[in-house]
């Protein structure tokens, strides 16, 4: 940058534009705040985790893009469905303990994403295609970060506060070094998607889980999409993932061979996309908010897949910061930790119990048992639904003691 070039400023700042930042965006510009994302890529573009949560649907609707997604034409979804060795269960996500929507939709993320991002345009929020941050200066009184413009040249904003949406690309804990080791092993996911031919025996409302037949740690998940297509990817340690030679779409194949029944249910399966892998996706980082800035979604947390926690996370991110944002923009004092980083992790933190149960196998020895009671499945279904902050559910409140009581009562002696 030279001297002569002046120094831009805006209010927010979103780095990505993807669902977090774009429903943050629609929410701020709601309250009449100046907001600017900055998105690296140029939209549509692919991106994995296709399965929404009802929960979400909350947050679409109170940043006013329900509309949107509903008249889109995605496929419709009520619950989850798993599979392990010839056992089916299920879960409709309507029949649950919380209040709220008990329904969604399963969608192809470069469409979603796109309809978001117009919509968050819609409500006034300016994007920017093909720039990218490069750097962040926290040390004035307001953040001051550096862009690089798609032709190669760099600017300057000076933001009132920053919001750190940008995914698995973790812009600002990257530059800040806020990123702290997982506790998960490294797992890495192969997927692709299909047309999938399938004719019969598959509930189209549902996302599948199918369990490894050997390995209860490796599964796979069928995302079933409007139109006779579906998302296909199998989740496990890169060890595991390792041991299969080829293309991706080689390794794919050949380790859903090794499951009959997927096998069967995709017996008629076109393999017209070629596949790709992601590794070690699961993060952590040593605090959600700072001076002059917060991280939503994955770009603070990502978890796993296995339980398609990813967008509602993100959804219910950019919910508390914008209504934080407007008390602080209004001049209150706002305690990030205690009104933010908490709140966002308790949730967050109840989805990490269930994902590190269902790899260790003991929640699958809950929703495969022979004699459930209703009460406990409504709250399971809840969980699954994404009502992870909702107080009133004992497997929210006191999510560690009751699930590992759980565990044991479903553990053959």
């Known amino acids: 940058m030279t001297q002569t070039q002046k120094i831009e400023s805006v209010e ?12 943050a965006a629609a929410l701020l510009r709601q309250q009449g705040r100046e ?3 900055i998105e690296r890529e140029e939209f549509p573009r692919f991106s994995i985790g296709e399965s929404l949560l009802p929960q979400s649907m909350e947050y679409l609707e109170q940043a006013g893009m329900l509309r949107a997604v509903v008249e889109a034409g995605f496929q419709f979804k009520n619950g989850a469905a798993f599979m392990h060795n010839g056992r089916y269960t299920d879960f409709d996500f309507r029949d649950k303990h919380s209040d709220g929507w008990g329904s969604t939709y399963q969608v192809q993320r470069g469409q979603f994403d796109h309809i ?12 920017r295609y093909r720039h990218e941050v ?13 862009v690089k413009h798609p032709d190669g040249n760099s600017y300057q904003i000076e933001a009132g506060f920053i919001l750190d949406a940008s995914g698995f690309g973790r812009i600002l804990p990257r530059l800040l070094k806020l990123e702290t080791p997982s506790n998960f092993p490294v797992r890495g996911a192969i997927f692709t998607h299909i047309e999938d031919g399938i004719s019969h025996g598959f509930d189209r409302n549902k996302i599948r889980v199918t369990v490894h037949p050997q390995h209860c740690d490796v599964w796979f ?4 999409f409007a139109g006779g297509r579906c998302s296909l990817g199998v989740v ?26 997927l096998q069967e249910l995709l017996s008629n399966a076109k393999w017209d996309t070629p596949a790709r892998h992601i590794v070690g996706y699961s993060a952590n980082v040593a605090s959600l908010w700072g001076k002059g800035y917060a991280l939503l979604g994955n770009a603070g947390e990502f978890l796993d897949p296995v339980f398609s926690s990813g967008v509602t996370i993100a959804f219910k991110s950019a919910s508390l910061a914008a209504a934080l944002l407007q008390r602080q923009f209004a001049g209150e004092t706002v305690d990030w930790q205690n009104e933010y980083g908490m ?3 308790k949730g967050v933190d109840t989805f990490r119990v269930f994902v590190e149960s269902w790899y260790a196998g003991g929640f699958q020895k809950i929703i495969f048992h022979d004699a459930q009671q209703p009460a406990i ?18 497997f929210v409140k006191e999510t560690t003691r009751r699930l590992a009581a759980l565990e044991a009562l479903c553990t053959p002696e």
């Open 134 to 146: 490069a750097n962040v200066d926290l040390d004035g009184d307001k953040p001051l970060v550096t």
């Open 35 to 37: 907001v600017v994302v």
């Open 236 to 261: 496990a340690e890169t060890s595991f993932l390792d041991k299969y030679k080829g293309n991706d779409t080689e390794r794919l194949q050949a380790i859903v061979a090794e499951d009959p029944s």
């Open 116 to 127: 978001l991002a117009k919509e968050a345009e819609r409500f006034g929020a300016q994007i």
């Open 343 to 345: 709140p966002l992790r």
């Open 221 to 224: 998940w069928t995302i079933p």
């Open 377 to 394: 499945r409504r709250m399971i279904s809840s969980i699954l639904a994404g009502y992870v902050w909702d107080q009133s559910n004992p």
């Open 12 to 23: 927010i700042l979103i780095v990505g534009a993807g669902p977090a930042g774009s429903v």
